[in-house]
């Protein structure tokens, strides 16, 4: 245990901090469940993303192997470099319970046959289609950028959360009631010692006295007065 | 006299044919358990030699791709060799100029996004007329400028289309401006030089016009695919076509879906009809019929007049569809795709 002072004043002093310790803890836990309905949404969204992702990039990949067998892989990828382009993103960011989540503008990244630098005459469709799956999948990457984020800095927030609460239940609390308990004993303990000191000094001046008038009496040659006899 | 050196040439096309893999030979192929063992069954081929050099820097899938590249580039380099400058040369150019095309247009892309040379180079496919020395120096170019001057300054043809749509592409910054010249200006020069009555050019012309007749119709289907409006459509289509002139495929096109299917149902193209096969979006399955209708009429010209370059036709298909064929058996055994959906979905002829 840290030094304390076994004051009344370092007792209210623990006292108080106890009380807000657990009005912080109280608030964590509303955070944390708060956090956890957000979670769970986002999981739910992000699950059916990752379906979709794994069902488009299969028919894309399915696509582009049927395009690298029969155009030769050659021709994708001289498709590929008339079809090269940046992809911009506007990010901008929401808070959702004190976490900064990323929020992706939603557009589509899939492009007409028309669009895609490309002369179609001399591209086979098979390319075309690989273009387009993969653009595609494209699209719900971005969208699961964006999910996937919220849900690891959620996910993130809720286990820093779960530590806090973690942390003042197990730990805090428990060491500071024990603080208190123990400024509380030593305060009793104290004022016993006190009472029980007061009580022998009460008693030893009280015998004192007595000595001191018997001898008085002894000197002056009286009886002693009923009740001050040896 | 020119009988005697069609001749020459049809004897040694035909002894390049006896090497072709049978039928047999890619079902065995088909049965194989993987990359390996069909490279081990191609050594025993005309692939031997490829495969030897292709190995030295590939392996596995990459190395069967290469030499099969390789082979393809050697095969049709023979070709251009053996019929020299004889006058039925320009019919069998006129179906490597393809090629010509496919590079040209390569090296645009990658100079138009700042590909780096050796990408460049690694997708080029020298089998036309253009030999790899003038494809390194076209790609060695700074610019899309200093490529089109430099096929000026060589005085091959393709800078004339080229040249005549620079201003547009340097306007919208749009490759496809660039290849729909190159490629319209390949279909129109083929056409314009077949205009004789010969035998051979008949056969070239009746393969081009049919050519140009598949390729309208796979646009066309992919254009109203993308709802691609009939004015920005009609830029796309070929004049030219054997049954299909381009007023006929614009009207389907202003037509729109279901209507422009059942508009190409009575053409003579209807066997390979795509019914509900466009609102699934597939069009490469009706694509694949298309090609393969094609692919079976060039390599049945090759069946015609054994004193016209028909056999050389024919040979030149069938090394096209041979290759394609090794390649489809091998991507798919790669991917471990079963030999049933190899054989009806993938092979061609």
Redesign the interface.
């Known amino acids: 245990m840290e030094q304390v002072h076994p004051t009344r004043m370092e007792l209210m002093k623990k006292n108080a901090q106890i009380r807000l310790a657990e009005q912080g803890r109280d608030l964590l836990k509303e955070k944390m469940d708060a956090l956890i309905r957000e979670f769970l949404r986002v999981v739910h969204t992000v699950s059916k993303s990752r379906e979709e992702l794994e069902f488009l990039s299969e028919n894309a990949r399915r696509t582009l192997l049927t395009a690298q067998a029969v155009d030769d892989s050659v021709a994708l990828q001289s498709a590929s470099f008339a079809a090269k382009r940046m992809v911009t993103l506007n990010i901008k960011g929401k808070n959702v319970m004190g976490v900064a989540v990323p929020v992706i503008e939603k557009r589509s990244f899939s492009r007409s046959i028309c669009q895609r630098g490309y002369s179609i005459i001399g591209v086979s469709g098979r390319i075309d289609e690989v273009a387009e799956r993969y653009e595609r999948t494209v699209d719900v990457i971005i969208g699961l950028a964006e999910t996937e984020t919220a849900l690891r800095r959620l996910g993130g927030e809720i286990q820093m959360t779960r530590r806090r609460v973690n942390a003042l239940e197990q730990v805090l609390i428990p060491e500071l009631k024990k603080q208190a308990k123990y400024i509380s004993i030593t305060i009793d303990e104290r004022e016993r010692e006190d009472i029980f000191r007061l009580k022998k000094v009460k008693k030893i001046l009280d015998r004192k006295k007595k000595e001191k008038i018997a001898t008085r009496r002894q000197d002056a040659g009286t009886a002693p007065l009923p009740g001050e006899g040896p | 006299m020119i009988k005697v050196e069609i001749g020459y040439v049809n004897a040694r096309v035909r002894g390049m044919k006896g090497r072709l893999l049978q039928p047999e030979a890619l079902e065995k192929m088909l049965h194989k358990p993987d990359v390996e063992a069909i490279i081990s069954q191609l050594e025993g081929t005309a692939y031997h030699e490829d495969l030897e050099r292709a190995s030295v820097q590939y392996a596995g899938i990459y190395c069967i ?1 290469h030499a099969l ?1 390789m082979n393809l580039v050697r095969t049709y380099r023979t070709i251009l060799r053996i019929i020299g400058g004889e006058p039925f040369a320009f019919c069998i150019h006129i179906f490597l100029n393809k090629w010509d ?2 590079n040209i ?2 090296v645009l ?2 100079k ?2 700042h ?1 780096p040379h050796e ?2 180079l ?4 020298p089998a036309g007329e253009l030999d790899e020395a003038t494809l390194v120096e076209l790609v060695k170019q700074p610019d899309i400028r200093s490529i089109i001057d430099m096929l000026a300054t060589w005085e091959i043809l393709y800078a004339l289309p080229l040249t005549k749509a620079y201003p547009r592409y340097q306007a919208k910054r ?3 401006v660039l ?2 010249a ?3 200006f390949y279909f129109g020069r083929a056409l314009a030089s077949l205009q004789g009555r010969s035998y051979n050019e008949a056969i070239v012309r009746n393969l081009l016009q049919t050519e140009i007749d598949i ?1 309208n119709i ?2 066309l ?3 109203l695919r ?3 409006s009939a004015e ?1 459509g009609r830029a ?1 289509l ?1 004049p030219g076509g054997k049954h299909l002139d381009v007023a006929f495929l614009s009207r389907l096109m202003s037509q729109g879906g279901e209507d422009a299917l059942a508009g190409l149902a009575r053409t003579p193209y209807a066997s390979a009809h795509p019914a509900g096969r466009l609102a699934g ?4 399955v009706y ?2 019929e298309l090609d393969r209708m094609l692919v079976t009429q060039g390599i049945g010209a090759g069946r015609g007049d054994p004193l016209s370059i028909a056999l050389v036709i024919g040979y030149l298909w069938l090394k096209s569809n041979e290759i ?1 064929n090794i ?2 058996i ?3 055994k790669n ?1 471990f ?1 079963p030999d049933d959906e190899i054989r009806e979905e ?1 092979m061609y002829v």
């Open positions: 791709e590249r095309i496919q247009k390569t892309r990658g138009h996004v590909i990408e460049t690694a997708c080029l496919v749009d490759l496809a290849e729909y190159l490629d319209k390729t796979k646009s289907l992919r254009l993308d709802k691609v920005d796309v070929i979006k597939e069009i490469s694509e694949k394609t390649r489809i091998s991507r798919c991917a795709v993938l």
